[in-house]
């Protein structure tokens, strides 16, 4: 299963993030992503594969246009 | 469009019957546990395919890893579900209780720290997954190079998406559209299935793993096959670049190829896996030729219902023989196996 | 004595030793400390009897620890039935290694929390196996129950108002948290139960099922019950306490806070006549101040069937936890 | 189902699965299959309470296995206060990799052993731990005892006769056998004493003191005893029965059977009045053939004061069991 | 004469003081056991000596065995009392709780079949005793070698009779006769005390381990004092011939050969032990220069009390802080040993 | 501690023997005596250390009677 949520990176130490999930602070891996300090990021099994961006709402609005009747 | 509306359209479709599948096992259990099907018309039917990493993995893959687990000074490391999953004849949870030492944990990076703390323990990772998990062991054995830690190896089951969604469409599964997942997606771009739509004539809407973020997804699908449009369109813009995560892709390329693959019910699927590049060979733990899959149960209809040719009502055993604390195919062990999550959620 | 060693198991002179410096002084009553082979206590024409075994990891843990679980596990399985919780029993299976010093601690925290429980500790054993310092503890606890009293899981009628007496999964969350080396603020809820239920018996409400919701959790109780009673029971996803940092604590580790258990938390089914006034009690209670109700008994239904509302508007059944309820990762 | 794992103590499906197909059969009673928080049963004025964990190596040995002792151990605590044994609950604790078919065996023992002693089993909890195979049982019992009847360890009084039912040393003798390879024809005594302790106070026997003779053998049990009334017992060893094969065995590893735990042996201290008819009473009874008198409580000592006659003559204090009891070979 | 007869004289003697000494542990257990004490005049005392392998063995010899049984791999197996003497710290058996592994065993000879069933582990074994017991070390020291068996060692504190009674008596240890130990003498031969009865003008009786076996011996000795006889009188002839086993005597001293060795409580003694030879040195475990004997308290009068020189009773601790659950010093430990007996059996 | 008693020889495999003590019946080496089956035997940690004469009465009467007043 993959986190369906994002973190926010609330510190980068070394090669991990310290990743907070309402409270709950988790260390992964940022290899594979560059990320910084106040971020949203997706982590799948201890390690970050994606951050997130805040445009979710405009692109899927003009998608659906699309495909309206 | 509210969200009220999209269900709404969704409930009162009246049109042909429409068959989508999720390949991806995150939504089969994210659907389930929503509830999404009962907001969808009869007429929109959602089947389940071969997403979920753990009900893809042949027994000869699980008897390897009983086989390491059971060797002297060697631990095997995985994930939760895995440990459930039957061999032959055993899954190596109940092998635990024959000697192996098998241990559950968190993240593939974590048996680094093991690794390091007990040098005369040897550690096997049985890094199964997609594209999605793939670049992790990567990460991994880089992390173990540069630690200079030499006693830890994988064995791999990796697979990957495209190869064995066209094998689907080759061998007459009834499928109208494809969910397909965000977090493959994320990592290898929305476009990765291009191709494929446009060979099999085929709309394919990635989806993220919200309950609003599915529900918008199927409408995309429904609307798209009602349109008659194929392509790739990108619901889960947030996460999912065009490019995917470059980084990610790279070092996916760096350690391993692709290769020939067994999947568990449907055989070998020419390159639709992940294998260690010659290079690395040394961190492999005996991954080539585990192709052997040797049903527990004659009857079980995994590989079907992989297929989306049959549900898991249709199987004899399903909620008789075969049920989650004795799980007869590897569909009803992980909590996103099609069978496990119909057994949930059965009225 | 540092550390226990397998001669604290042998029933001579170590022994003796161990309970006089660790147990006497925790749990002193006049019954215990006449050291006999049973405690002869006064009874009661109908009494309630539980047992359960505690072997959780880690022993202390945010909020509580093993010895302040295990008798809130016993009373609260008590209270379940409408019992006063009156008498309880220890069985410690301790390791070789087990430190002197904890042992002491926890002890002290069972003794403190049997005091804010009511219960007296009237026998007790000890034993020590080999192993690498773990412990283990059995309670089992005696209540005595007025004759008029009949509360048991079949009694659920349609109808019915189903609730809960605060938010799901922290006990559960908190194990994991440490187990999977997750920072956060969650601390376990292990906690008596006895003013929410006495009082609620008290004040006259015509309490039809009681059942605290531990493994398994909330899915496996309302099944259970369901099945018991024979009914349908319908419960809305969004009525369901669960806190955001446990929510996203479940998230993380794909699991469902509907199988996270608790350890001082309740299901109660009861009149929906007497719906308002219990959550009042409950609320006013101890521990309760959360409490909801979470949905009603629908119907009849021949093998007991849950049916759970989501968010989105979508329903379906909810079956006993499957599996270990481990983590999912991948 | 071959082997225990992880999940069944999950408090899910696994765990509901092992109780239906071992506990629910054997143990079958109308009280635990209504499978409730706590079982509610009718009680009584006065009532006894024991708790004790078993921990024995190996499960099964000659004369019984851990199923049938930790039945007659608790029982037989019950017992030893005068008390009508009657409902028991027990919590297993059981590590990964425990055989389902030895489990088997041994639930079905327990059931047959409770049979015979007259106790319901109303309550059970399983607990599954990492390990290797092991098999940990808690059992606690309550039973009924009338108001008139007051046997208690400081109740010896000068002048009295002390018995044993029987001969000492079998069962840990057999359980040593098992564990250092020895090879003999010793069985275990454990056996349920019901019949010998009920008719004593059917009858009427002025029976003052009652003790099973367990962990720690008769000299810590002698010990403790003369502690608790504050009385001088003077015993000869040439009475004290043991069998032969039992003197050599001990002789071989250095044990004294004084300190040679049993568990179907009980030592009564009676009215000197009473002695002949009390002997007549164990003897008649099932497990009391061979009951002796082995000494008299001879004076008040403030401390407590247990004196040896060795068969030389000579005469010597013993004490509770000092270290843990291993056998000596160098 | 009967039993009888023989006890009513000791019971009944009035000369002057007569102190004898039992040099073995067994006969101290058994002294105690039968209540042999009880049966003899005021004016016949039994003082326990320096014969309980296990009181006699220094704190640094149980620290190295702490030391070994920690390391990795390495299993120390022992006769059950070792377990539980205290070292400068701590015993063995506080140590498993911190991790060391040590287990009891039945005989030496049991460490053959676990060298043999656990080639990975090292086992090493305590190797106590006296006369009696060096011998059994050299059988499995031959058998080790005859089965090829590379993971077996002993840590040897082996401890000679004679030189130890000669130091007590240069010591001013008030003593008039010695039970000699029947067992040291069936390996040795009852004449091996011999020497010392002719330097030192003093008798020795042999004794076997029964009651009626020790009360004559006793009464020998005591008949032997009143006669001012010297010499050794073999009250043991089923066991003890004169030549003592010359078979054990020879392997003996094909693998060990006598050497200086350390008391508890009296220091290094010339030529009062055994010591491996140097072929055979690999079976070795580190048993050379263990001398330092600290006290865990400092109050502990084990030193004189085996030296005859103090009884339990002298000692401040005796009963106090020192018991059977909190040794305060060696001789607290043993079954055998003369503070432990005084503890079991005080009134 | 020393094995005070002796045990009957019943059996001899390789370099043990089997000897019996009252229906007890221990695997002891052989390798320090020369043992038959009828023998009676000493046992020390599981080692044979000597055999049993059966003439005590006789020799200690005699070592008696040299002591007596
Ligand atoms: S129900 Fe079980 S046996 Fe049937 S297809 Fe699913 S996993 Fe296989
Ligand atoms: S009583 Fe304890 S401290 Fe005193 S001499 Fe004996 S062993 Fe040492
Ligand atoms: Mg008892
Ligand atoms: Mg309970
Ligand atoms: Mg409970
Ligand atoms: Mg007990
Ligand atoms: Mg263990
Ligand atoms: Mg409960
Ligand atoms: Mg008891
Ligand atoms: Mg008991
Ligand atoms: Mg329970
Ligand atoms: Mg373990």
New interface residues.
Partial sequence: MCVAIPGKVVEIRDNKAIIDFSGNQVEAYIGLVNVKVGDYALVHAGCVIQTMKQTEAEEIAELMGGLAE | ?E?KEI?EYLQNYQGPVIRLMEVC??HT??I????????LSDRIELISGPGC??CVTPSAYVDRLIELAKE?NTCVAT???L??VPGSSKSL??S????ANAQ?V?????ILKLAKDNP?TNYVFAA??FE??A??YA?LI??AMKQNLSNIRILTALKSMPNVIAYLLRNEAQIDGFLAP??VC??TGADYFGKLAEEFHIPFAVS?????EL??AI??LV??IE?KETGV???Y????ESGG?A??LD?LNTYFEPCTVAWRGMGEIEGSGFCLRKEYAQFDAGSIGLKEDKKKNHACRCGEILMGKAKPTDCPLFARVC????PQGACMV???GSC?TA????? | MEKIIMEHGSGGRATGELIRTIFEDAFSNPVLSQMEDAAVIPGGAQIAMTTDSFVVTPLEFPGGDIGRLCVCGTVNDLLMRGATPKYMTCGFILEEGAEVALLKRLVQSMAQTAREAGVMVVAGDTKVIEGNGGIYINTTGVGIVPTDVDIKAANAKVGDKILVSGTMGDHHATILSSRMNIQNKIVSDNAPLNEMVLQLLEQGIKVHVLRDVTRGGLGTVLKELAQSSHCEFEVEQDLIPVSATVKDFCGLLGLDPLYMGNEGKLVAIVDPEDEAKALEIIRLARYGKDAVTIGTVTAEHPTGNVLLKTHIGGRRSIDILQGEGLPRIC
Wanted: hydrophobic fraction near 40%; aromatic fraction near 10%; glycine fraction near 10%.
């Fill in positions: 469009m969200i269900i096992g995150s259990a994210a389930s546990k929503f509830g999404i099907r009962d907001l990493p753990v002297p994930f939760g579900d440990l459930r949870s109940e635990k209780a024959d000697g559950m968190y993240s593939p990076m974590d005369m199964v997954g999605t998990t670049p992790l990460l880089e992390e965000g977090h994320a990592i993220g793993f919200g309950d609003e529900v918008v409408y995309g609307r798209m349109q369109k990108n619901f813009p947030s996460v999912v995560n980084v990610a070092k049920n989650p604390s004795n992980s909590y996103e496990f057994f949930q959620t059965k009225a």
